[in-house]
């Protein structure tokens, strides 16, 4: 009878811890994914059409690529020194955030990559 309810215990309380351990996992996917659009675009950036860009232009690229990597930077310490799902919740929006900001960056890019293909 006492080792029913030890298990039965045992069971609520890995029920309940559950979804601090799940969001815990979910972090260094989407930082993966941060982080593969933030190279994406940085590779995008050193090829032969950015450097016939206007420096103007390619800092506002840049702006954007550096939020995004600041955004990242930001989420991965919350989620190395989490003090409960809050801090893994808010570790994942700045994951998305970060990965926005590079596809803002990404987009914005390829828009000025488009007009300098229509000037030659």
Known sequence: MR????????F???????????QAFE???????AQAAIDKVTGDMGG???KMMKKEDMA??????DDAKMRLASAKHNHE???????????????YSARGYAVAAD???WKLMGKMKKMK
């Open 81 to 95: 020194k989490p003090q409960g799902r809050y801090d893994h919740a808010r570790a994942i929006a700045k994951a």
């Open 3 to 10: 080792t029913a309810w030890l298990l039965m215990f045992s």
């Open 12 to 22: 609520v309380v890995l029920a309940l811890l559950m979804p601090i351990s799940v």
């Open 107 to 109: 987009i914005y890019h």
């Open 48 to 50: 032969e059409m950015s």
């Open 60 to 65: 506002l690229v840049h702006a954007l690529l």
């Open 27 to 33: 972090c260094p996917k989407r930082f993966k994914e």
